[in-house]
Every structure is written in structure tokens, then in C-alpha cells.
């Protein structure tokens, strides 16, 4: 199984300031059709997860400019340029590049 | 509009059996991929499994820790998925979301149902 791995374990951050969560897995998500099978979820508190970036860079429509993804092969990291209090939760990276699909174990993101 | 909504959630003892729900509406379910996925009492995602679109041949794929035991199917004429799970396990105790891959990846996902498996 891949194994995806998350860093850090929990972010405390000034509204406006910037935050990085990375994401490293244990073997490369890059398939041979080009793309990388990396997504990003946010869980907010009570809620279930909402897709905020598919294949590493593709915001999901109506997430806001001030996530971004990046990475390649085994290295990924979301950005948040400023964060906002509604930001507040937990953040997963999440593999499809092979099955079974598997999860990183989250970063809590909270508000200073 | 698109919605996703899950049922069937309850308290079971070890061994018994439980259906959950997919309810699903604003699109033709068999077209679209869908899955399982659960969330066990402050821990983190799990894949529970996924049923590919029908002109994808609708073919499942679970997660080891659940093959076997539970299954996947679909009923497209009332667009409902559903989750069979047999022999449950105090370790199966979770909240189950369906989620739809219905343009990115899996990007609709009901509000999820809570399974307790307890004696």
C-alpha cells in the first residue's frame, strides 16, 4: 500500500498569515498518462470531507485563489496565502494512483 | 442540484449484518463512480471501496480490511448505492460516507452515517 505522509501534525496560524501542510508518499504518484494521482481535502468540524485540489494544482470550482497545490512524484505541499477563520479544520492528502487508495493522516489547522 | 445522502446507520452487535444507503439525486448514478469511505471515532479517512460507472462495467474494488465481508451495489433505476456489510466487527464501528466522482475525483460525499458495532 502507499503510504502518505503528513506534515505537521497540527498548524496554529494568525489570520492573514501564510500556511504549508506537506504531503509525502511512499512511492511516486505519477502515472504514465502524465498525471499525478495527488488530491486535497479539507474536513471542517461535523462535516464531511469537500475536495479542495484534484490532481495536485486544479483548485475544485469555488475554492478560493488562496490554496494552492504543488509537488511532484513523491512531494507534495497546499498552501494557504492568508489564512482565514474559516479555514479551521483538518486537511488530507490523498492518493489514487493506486489501490487502495489511502489517506495521510491529517493536519489540524487552527486559528491563533 | 446534486445530493447525497446516507442512511441505514444503527447499533449492531458483533456478527450481525447492516445495509447502509446511498441516496443520490440531480444525476444518473450508474453513469458516475462511487464509493465508501469511513471515518472511525476521532481518526482519520478510510477507503472502504468503490463501484465504477456502468459504462466503465461496474466493477467493484474494497479495501482488505473489508473484502469479503461487505459489498457493494447498486440499484440505478431508483439511484440508490448501497454498502453490505456482513460478520461486523467492533473495529468496523465508524461513520460511512458515500461519495460520487461526479467531475474531478470524488467530489460529492453525503454528510455520512454513523455504524456501531458494539455488544
Known amino acids: 500500500d502507499i503510504v502518505m505522509t503528513q506534515t505537521p501534525l497540527s498548524l496554529s496560524v494568525t489570520p492573514g498569515q501564510p500556511a504549508s501542510i506537506s504531503c509525502k508518499s511512499s512511492q511516486s504518484l505519477l502515472h504514465s498518462d502524465g498525471k499525478t494521482y495527488l488530491y486535497w481535502y479539507l474536513q471542517k468540524l461535523g462535516q464531511p470531507p469537500q475536495l479542495l485540489i484534484y490532481?495536485?494544482?486544479n483548485r475544485f470550482p469555488g475554492v478560493p485563489d488562496r490554496f494552492s497545490g504543488s509537488g511532484s512524484g513523491t512531494d507534495f505541499t497546499l498552501k494557504i496565502s492568508r489564512v482565514e477563520a474559516e479555514d479551521v479544520g483538518v486537511y488530507y492528502c490523498m492518493q489514487s494512483i493506486q489501490l487502495p487508495l489511502t489517506f495521510g493522516g491529517g493536519t489540524k489547522v487552527e486559528i491563533k | 442540484e446534486v445530493q447525497v445522502v446516507e442512511s441505514g446507520g444503527d447499533l449492531v452487535k458483533p456478527g450481525r449484518s447492516l445495509r447502509l444507503s446511498c441516496t443520490t439525486s440531480g444525476f444518473m448514478l450508474g453513469d458516475y463512480a462511487m464509493s465508501w469511505f469511513r471515518q472511525a471515532p476521532g481518526k482519520g479517512l478510510e477507503w472502504v471501496g468503490f463501484m465504477r460507472s456502468k459504462p466503465s462495467g461496474g466493477t467493484t474494488e474494497y479495501a482488505a480490511s473489508v473484502k469479503g465481508r461487505f459489498t457493494i451495489s447498486r440499484d440505478d433505476s431508483k439511484s440508490i448505492a448501497y454498502l453490505h456489510m456482513n460478520s461486523l466487527k467492533i473495529e468496523d464501528t465508524a461513520v460511512y460516507y458515500c461519495?460520487?466522482?461526479?467531475?474531478?475525483?470524488?467530489?460529492?460525499w453525503g454528510q455520512g452515517t454513523l455504524v456501531t458495532v458494539s455488544s
Open positions: 461519495s460520487v466522482r461526479l467531475r474531478y475525483f470524488f467530489d460529492y
Open positions: 490532481e495536485v494544482t
